[in-house]
């Protein structure tokens, strides 16, 4: 059965340096998705994108986020400088999208646990 | 309260027994979806209810919807010791460019 598949399962990194989180979104799905949940806390949206742009952003989704789909499989997130507060699990997700205009079941990644020390 | 709260925060229940959840929200929706995750993975989506339906089943769950209320609930049947997980609702907005999550209803199925 088709998955997301999202890469590291865990990343390490320290205060300021940037993290490129990884996902490979479902082949046929055409919207996409970045979620956030520090622990035990809600799902967060941060960004949807749909034909290489994004869709919607959050307030969380400021100028140290990007999403880039460099090559039609990957979808990407980067934080360019961490903060102690990124640290989170980074889901990613996928949508063949219901139609008109609503947003149809999501296909959710097992994520990447981001720890900022 | 935010967009897609649930209630009750945590349930804890024994196996067989029915497990109620519910959930509510502030603006109107294309639909709302339910989603299951075990603790430390990804969400898997369980059920999804247009904003035109009232009920729907699904194996042993079964969702309903209330517009004028804003309320949904999400009901396990003859709950098992596999139940055992964080539930959560999600509603789309007039937009339909993302879901928004609430925090969730943490399960316990005790065998």
């Known amino acids: 059965e088709p998955e997301v598949t999202q890469t590291p399962s865990h990343q390490v990194t320290q205060m300021g340096q940037e993290v490129i989180l990884r996902c490979v979104p479902i082949?046929?799905?055409?919207?996409f998705y970045w979620y956030r949940q520090i622990l035990g806390q809600k799902v967060e949206f941060l960004v949807s994108f749909y034909n290489n742009e994004i869709s919607e952003k959050s307030e969380i989704f400021d100028d140290q986020f990007s999403v880039e789909r460099p090559d039609g499989s990957n979808f990407t997130l980067k934080i360019r400088s961490t903060k102690l507060e990124d640290s989170a699990m980074y889901f990613c997700?996928?949508?063949?999208?219901?139609?008109?205009?609503?947003?149809?079941?999501?296909?959710f990644g097992e994520g990447s646990r981001l720890t900022v020390l | 309260s935010q967009q897609g709260e649930e209630d009750p925060q945590a349930l804890s229940i024994q196996e067989g027994e029915n497990a109620t959840m519910n959930c509510s929200y502030k603006?109107?929706?294309?639909?709302l979806q339910w989603y299951r995750q075990n603790s430390g993975r990804g969400l898997v989506h369980l059920i999804l209810?247009?904003?035109?339906?009232r009920e729907k089943h699904s194996g042993r769950l079964r969702v309903t919807l209330d517009t004028s209320k804003k309320s949904s609930s999400l009901l396990i049947t003859a709950s098992r010791a596999a139940d055992t997980a964080s539930y959560f609702c999600a509603t789309d907005g007039a937009a339909g460019n993302k879901l928004t999550f609430g925090g969730g209803t943490r399960v316990l199925v005790k065998p």
């Open positions: 997700a996928s949508s063949p999208r219901a139609g008109g205009g609503t947003t149809g079941e999501l296909f």
């Open positions: 209810i247009r904003s035109n339906e």
């Open positions: 603006t109107s929706i294309n639909n």
């Open positions: 082949s046929n799905h055409l919207y």
